[in-house]
Every structure is written in structure tokens, then in C-alpha cells.
């Protein structure tokens, strides 16, 4: 039984690769970042962290800058103190997850920033004398709960498909399970290339790839429509800034330039050929939460905006888009009147824009969400005091809080 320490062991590849370890019977600590942070600790820090393990295995990554855990820092800068820090703390192995594609002069940050890393760790110990070192390189990763696999099936329950590239982007799929096998041979001992390109059996296009994943869904064939790639690379670039999905322009220029590599070495590594994703997939069959999952994967930011939205423009009439003589009137109907009525007024004002800018931030939604309901509810105890009128007009002016507090307690539930 080896001790295992897993550097970005909460994410979806390190929560695999733990169980696959675990089900070997090994020891094994998944670190999250709150344990292990590549950005944050230094070498020493790591050495020390790392000093009761045999094995490393490094599944620390972004897809994107976040704050002051760049790509950079955590990639290339973090990975390479990891790297010196196994060597001093005496561990024996260690494997680090990279990319299909990765290239020092790639055209992307995501590509340069781990290519420093892969060529920093091979520097260090070339012949792995000291550390036996192993590089695993994915191609796309294809599994229940996978960032990029929740983001295709949204795409696969789609009534008509989206087409990216064509023949043009061709990569080559490989199952979870697949990565998380190679991982824990490699992880024992278990021969290999230093660099492994892990990849399923076969190419594929996106095309393809959209329809199995809504073929495992049990839903009909639909139709295709193509997306131009200026498009496509915009709203990935919008994507990018206003959510902390997968979607971004760097993922879409790493796909766009083709991600194949031939099988021979994994299947050597794994001891059997990797499995055809259509295979894999049918071993964990979809179930309907899985296709509400994906209908609903869209709707959190469409919900976040729509809501921040109507917040900030309520807050907007009331400072004087709407007449502020009838806005006095309606505050004297219950019995509201000078500076009282002012700082009603343009206080609650106030509290909206701040809410409804906030909420588009996504600065603590679940928080946000609660002061809009509290608001509400007290908003909606000073209308009692209102005319009948207000309640029972067709158009609903006050009942419309009842669908609008659903709608953010439904925020709330998809954000948190």
C-alpha cells in the first residue's frame, strides 16, 4: 500500500483517479485547494506537505485566469515548485497531469503555461533517477460530472445542434475511467512513456461527439446547424467573462487547432485498448436527472441577469424614470411624507441598484438572493396598507412578487 497525495484532488479528474486508488487499496489524500495551493505555497511549504507521501500526483489546472490563481502561477510557476518540492521531500513518484497539444510557443496561454511545466520537470531529473516522473496527456475528457461534458450535453439536448469546425476539429475522446485507470497503474509502478498522450481510440468531430452524448440521453436524432467559427469564438469570449464554465476563448483556439495522437502507448499502458466513448458511456447509463441537468445548464446566468436586471431598473425609475410626483403619491397612500419620504424613496432606490448590480457580479448570489426576498417581504407588508386596487388589477402589480420570489428562490438553488 503506497501513500497517495493528490494536488487538486476535489476536482472532477482527481476525484477519479482518488477512488480508482482507493479501490486499489491504497492510502490516499485528495487535497483541495484550501489543503494544497499551487499558487499560494511556496516550495518549502509544499516540501513539508509532502514529506509523509510516497506518491504525487499533480491534477492541479484552470481553464482560465482567476484572480490571483493565474494560469502562470498555478501551471507553470506552482507546478515547478511542486516539482522541486518532491524532490526534496523524498518522493519517489510523481505524475503530473498536462494536455494533448501542449507546446511552448502554443498560440494559447493555457498551452504555453503548461509546457513550462513539462519542460521545468524534465530538466530537473531527465532520466527520472531520483524521481521516477510520468506526464499524462489527455485529450478531451469525456465523464458524468466533467466541466466540458456538462457543457456538451447542454449542447446534445438542444432541438437543433450546434456544428463547430467540422472535419476541421478532429480530437480524439477519452472516458474518465480510462484516464483513471492509467493513472492508478501508472501510480504503482506500471511501465510507460516519461510523456503519455492519453487519448480514446478513435477521432472524432464535435459532430460526432454531440451525437453519442445525445444518443446516451435517450433522446431522438436532431439536425445539425453550423456555427461560424468568429461566431462561436465570440461567444466564447462573452462566455468567458460572465461565467466560470469551461466555455472560454482559449479552450475554443486549443480545440480548433485538432487534438489526436496515436493509441499504441496507452493501450500498452493500460494493459487493454481504451474504450470507444459510445462503450464507456453505456457502462453508466443516463438517467433523468441527467437530461434535466443539461436542459437546465443554461439557465442560471439567463435567471442571475434577468433578476439583476429588473432590480436595477427598478432602482433606476424610482431615482426619476418614473415620475416622481406619482411615486410620492403612491407613498402618501400610505401615509409616507417629507423626509420620510424621501429617504424611502431614494433609499430603497438605492438598495435596488445595489442588489441588481451585485447580483450581475455574481458577488455571493445565494447571499444577494436573500436580500431581494427580504426586501420583498417588506415591501410587500407596507403594501398592505395600499388600496385593494393594487392587489386586484388585472395586470397584478403586487401578486407578481409571488412568481418573482420563486424565480429567486430557483437562483438561489442553481447558484449555490
Not at 32 to 41: Q, T
Request: overall charge neutral.
Amino acid at each position: 500500500m503506497a501513500r497517495i497525495l493528490i494536488v487538486g484532488g476535489s476536482g472532477f479528474i482527481g476525484r477519479h483517479i482518488a477512488g480508482r486508488l482507493q479501490d486499489r487499496g491504497h492510502y490516499v489524500v485528495a487535497s483541495s485547494r484550501l489543503e494544497v495551493d499551487l499558487a499560494r505555497d511556496g516550495e518549502l511549504q509544499l516540501r513539508n506537505k509532502l514529506a509523509s507521501f510516497d506518491v504525487v500526483v499533480n491534477c492541479a489546472g484552470l481553464v482560465r485566469d482567476d484572480g490571483a490563481n493565474s494560469m502562470a502561477a498555478v501551471h507553470a510557476e506552482g507546478a515547478s515548485n511542486l516539482f522541486r518540492a518532491c524532490l526534496a521531500a523524498g518522493v519517489t513518484r510523481l505524475i503530473h497531469l498536462s494536455a494533448l497539444g501542449v507546446e511552448s510557443d502554443g498560440e494559447t496561454l493555457y498551452q504555453r503555461s503548461k509546457a513550462v511545466a513539462e519542460e521545468q520537470l524534465a530538466s530537473l531529473d531527465p532520466d527520472g533517477a531520483r524521481l521516477d516522473w510520468r506526464i499524462l496527456r489527455p485529450s478531451l475528457v469525456v465523464g458524468r460530472g466533467g466541466a466540458s461534458t456538462r457543457w456538451l450535453l447542454a449542447a446534445a439536448v438542444l432541438p437543433f445542434l450546434p456544428s463547430f469546425g467540422g472535419d476541421a476539429w478532429r480530437f480524439q475522446p477519452v472516458h474518465i475511467s480510462d484516464l483513471a485507470d492509467v493513472a492508478a497503474r501508472i501510480s504503482e509502478g506500471t511501465p510507460s512513456p516519461r510523456r503519455l498522450d492519453v487519448v480514446g481510440p478513435e477521432p472524432m468531430t464535435t459532430d460526432t461527439l454531440l451525437t453519442l452524448l445525445r444518443e446516451w440521453l435517450g433522446l431522438r436524432p436532431a439536425r445539425f446547424f453550423r456555427v461560424p467559427y468568429r461566431l462561436f469564438l465570440l461567444a466564447a469570449s462573452i462566455g468567458g467573462r460572465v461565467s466560470t464554465g469551461p466555455l472560454n476563448r482559449e479552450v475554443v483556439k486549443l480545440l480548433s487547432r485538432g487534438n489526436v495522437a496515436d493509441s499504441a502507448p496507452i493501450t500498452a499502458a493500460l494493459g487493454r485498448p481504451p474504450r470507444p466513448i459510445r462503450d464507456a458511456l453505456a457502462l453508466e447509463p443516463a438517467y433523468e436527472a441527467d437530461r434535466q441537468a443539461a436542459r437546465l445548464f443554461f439557465l442560471p446566468p439567463v435567471l442571475r441577469w434577468s433578476l439583476g436586471l429588473l432590480w436595477i431598473a427598478t432602482g433606476l425609475l424610482s431615482f426619476g424614470l418614473y415620475p416622481l410626483e406619482k411615486s410620492y403619491a403612491l407613498l402618501a397612500e400610505i401615509g409616507v411624507h417629507g423626509q420620510l419620504a424621501d429617504a424611502a424613496l431614494y433609499g430603497g432606490a438605492t438598495v435596488d441598484l445595489v442588489l441588481g448590480v451585485l447580483l450581475l457580479l455574481r458577488w455571493h448570489p445565494t447571499l444577494v438572493g436573500g436580500a431581494q426576498l427580504a426586501t420583498m417581504l417588506a415591501f410587500t407588508i407596507i403594501a398592505t396598507r395600499l388600496p385593494p386596487d393594487y392587489w386586484l388589477h388585472p395586470f397584478a402589480p403586487l401578486l407578481k412578487n409571488l412568481p418573482i420570489a420563486a424565480a429567486i428562490f430557483v437562483m438561489i438553488a442553481l447558484e449555490s
